[in-house]
């Protein structure tokens, strides 16, 4: 069982930055896939960025502007967003997932509560 709580959303004006972190329990946070994932009112939910065991994959929209990492030893995963845009305003969740990485949002099995992120224009 892991448990996911995101921090770090907030207001910011178009192309400001934020880094959004998930702090995750468990001893064995190593072994799980994450991803962050967000839903705009009104949409679905869609993958934006995972982190398996090396490098992060992306969405096309935040490609280029957006960084996911990891820091195994604080059990913490963080997306680093730059250049936001107003488009990227949306509910941003953390999720986990035993196996390998996916951009699915029904593979993963954990999920935060969320964090709400708003770009003004």
């Known amino acids: 069982q892991v448990q996911l709580v995101e921090s770090g959303g907030g207001l910011v004006q178009a192309g400001g930055s934020l880094r959004l972190s998930c702090a995750a329990s468990?001893?064995?946070?190593?072994?799980?896939?994450m991803g962050w994932f967000r839903q705009a009112p009104g949409k679905e939910r869609e993958f934006i960025a995972g982190?398996?065991?090396?490098?992060?994959v992306y969405a096309e929209s935040v490609k280029g502007r957006f960084t996911i990492s990891r820091d195994n030893a604080k059990t913490t995963v963080y997306l680093q967003m730059n250049s936001l845009k107003p488009e990227d305003t949306a509910v941003y969740y953390c999720?986990?997932?035993?196996?390998?990485?996916?951009?699915?949002?029904?593979?993963?099995?954990?999920w935060g509560q969320g964090t709400q992120v708003t770009v003004s224009s």
């Open positions: 982190i398996g065991w090396s490098n992060g």
């Open positions: 468990g001893r064995t946070f190593s072994t799980y896939t």
């Open positions: 999720a986990a997932r035993r196996g390998l990485l996916s951009r699915i949002r029904d593979d993963y099995e954990y």
